[in-house]
Structures are given as C-alpha cells and as structure tokens.
Nanobody
Framework: QAQLVESGGGSVQAEGSLKLSCSASKYTHTTTCMGWFRQSPGKEREAVAIINSDGDSDYGDSVKGRFTISRDTANNILYLEMNDLRPEDTAVYYC???????????????????????RGQGTQVTVSS
C-alpha cells in the first residue's frame, strides 16, 4: 500500500487556485520533514515547499507568496494551497516525507527524496493561459 497518496490536482485557468492534499495515514513513522516537489516534461525536478516537525516552512522562489504549505498533524495530512496559478506551474506534483532528516530549508527536500525519503504517486496540475 502506498504510504503517501496525493489528491486535488486538476485543470485550472491562470490566476486560479487549487489545493492539493497528501494523506500520510499509511506512513508509520513520525515525520521530521514533509514537502512537495514537482516535475514537468523536459524540466528538472523542482522543490516547491517544505514543512518540518517544528512547523517551520520554506518555499521555492518561484512560488513564494502564492503557495502555502500546511499540515493536519492529527490526521496526518499535508496540504499545498496554490493561488495565482500560472501556466509554468503545470507539472506533476509529488508529496514527500522523511522520518530521519529534519529539513530546515527548501534545499533539503530533493536530498531526502533521493536518500531514503518516500514519495507519492503524484497528481497532475495543469494551468492554462
């Protein structure tokens, strides 16, 4: 069974909003870091947002001021609220989590994805102009 399951993706026009959810109910460890990254065809992965076990968050430069990461610790759900969406935000969005590394900045997210962290199957976000 997948440990992280994303939902909430879809198609929206530019300047619209979407809210992604990531259920971590099957993730049995206490998370130290959770976050979102995205990937679109022909582009490198891009870390979007992180939140650590202290509740501290950080964002990629391209989404600062538009996206907000939050978590429902009681139900083990991670959210990404995306406002003022742009065509360049079009990508598959993945949720990621780790129980060892406590991320303190956005630069740590792809490190944990590549070094033992878990990720979901992704959810497609398409923004049209």
């Amino acid at each position: 069974q997948a440990q992280l399951v994303e939902s909430g993706g879809g198609s929206v026009q530019a300047e619209g909003s979407l809210k992604l959810s990531c259920s971590a109910s099957k993730y049995t460890h206490t998370t130290t870091c959770m976050g979102w990254f995205r990937q679109s065809p022909g582009k490198e992965r891009e870390a979007v947002a992180i939140i650590n076990s202290d509740g501290d968050s950080d964002y990629g430069d391209s989404v600062k001021g538009r996206f907000t990461i939050s978590r429902d610790t009681a139900n083990n759900i991670l959210y990404l609220e995306m406002n003022d969406l742009r065509p360049e935000d079009t990508a598959v969005y993945y949720c990621a989590a780790d129980h060892i590394y406590k991320c303190t900045s956005i630069s740590g997210l792809l490190y944990i994805v590549d070094h033992g962290g878990v990720r979901g199957q992704g959810t497609q976000v398409t923004v049209s102009s």
